[in-house]
């Protein structure tokens, strides 16, 4: 008989132990569900990256000295750089320099390792195409500057929500 209550014992134990557990679980819905949902309608509402986002490199063609130092630290031998050594100077000329981001994997190495800092990580995320060869960026594709998600006056910014401004007070 002794078996018998030990085990009825054990038996309630385990049920006010389940018992529990299911109500942190339902004490956890509830709190979420008094939150306001956070979805962005993607194309009018967009959030704004992070200050050290990798997004599409920049390229300033004018401060570039052919050093080729990005291809050496890139992991896949990503950036194309086409020369021409003038002897009378006896300095290298970039004639050609491009990116194919259907390749890049965004480590940013090239950015940090660059001795002039003619490459630069912007903010621009948005580099979906139908056909992949068109992300094979030239100088002239890599010098353009993106619009600032904060200066595109059509789009509404997170910032701008009633929500996120209450927290901000607080």
Not at 31 to 43: E, F, K
Not at 67 to 74: A, L
Not at 141 to 155: M, N, V
Request: aromatic residues 12%; glycine residues 6%; charged residues 20%.
């Amino acid at each position: 008989m002794f078996p018998m209550v030990t085990g009825f014992l054990t038996y309630g134990q385990q049920t006010v132990r389940a018992a529990r557990y299911i109500g942190q679980g339902f004490l956890i819905t509830l709190s979420h569900a008094n939150r306001l949902p956070v979805t962005i309608q993607y194309p009018y509402e967009k959030l704004i990256t992070s200050e050290r986002f990798r997004g599409r490199i920049h390229f300033e063609f004018d401060k570039c000295i052919a050093c080729e130092v990005c291809v050496r630290v890139c992991p896949i031998d990503l950036p194309v750089v086409d020369w021409k050594l003038e002897t009378g100077i006896r300095k290298k000329r970039l004639l050609n320099y491009s990116i194919d981001f259907g390749i890049c994997i965004f480590c940013g190495n090239c950015v940090e390792y660059c001795p002039t800092n003619c490459l630069s990580m912007t903010e621009e995320y948005e580099l979906s195409m139908y056909d992949r060869h068109e992300l094979n960026y030239n100088q002239i594709a890599l010098g353009r500057l993106p619009i600032s998600i904060i200066d595109d006056y059509t789009i509404r910014t997170i910032l701008n929500w009633p929500q996120f401004n209450k927290k901000e007070i607080a």
